[in-house]
């Protein structure tokens, strides 16, 4: 069994390494190893992080937006064709966020002074209220789920995944 497995503090990845390296030999699955707990810990992050935004009266793709307005700095304002690439998404996508964050009153959309073409979408002070709650309660949450991890772990695995996100970004 791999080191770790079983009773001494392995996962349930472990076990199914064990079982294709008892079918497959030949085949090296280190990376299978170490995709599946990326797998993992995205299905198992999904939901917690999800229960404080909506606590916040959002959703995570919301929270996405109003963080990017947020991060964009006073006036707090953008392009939905600016939040679309900030965020890789569909213009589409960006409208429909941005409707039900209107209609939340957490966004307000408005001509924009330089191109009466073309309209902005303004962060409103309820939205500033509620994207500062979520950050604080989200940030202090992440922080607890990695506290199991030393200082010397996290800045390890925040490089290579770094490294990893660069290589499959090209």
Known sequence: MTEGAGGDGG?????????WRR???????????????????AAMLGPVTEAVFARHGM???EFDV??????SGPPYALMP????????????GMTSRADRLEAAGFVER??????????RITLTDKGLQAVDAALGE????????????TDE???????ALRTLLRTLAD
């Open 81 to 92: 064709s600016e939040l679309a690439a900030d965020l890789m998404m569909s213009r589409a």
């Open 153 to 159: 772990e996290s800045r390890t695995l925040e490089n």
């Open 59 to 61: 959703r995570g793709g």
């Open 110 to 119: 408005s001509l924009d002074p330089n191109d009466r073409r073309s309209f």
């Open 11 to 19: 996962d349930a990845v472990d076990v199914i390494i064990d079982q």
């Open 138 to 149: 989200h940030a202090e949450n992440l922080a607890r789920l990695s506290a199991c991890l």
């Open 66 to 71: 109003l963080a990017a307005l947020r991060r």
């Open 23 to 41: 079918e497959r030999p030949d085949l090296d699955l280190s990376a299978m190893a170490v995709f599946g707990r990326l797998a993992q810990v």
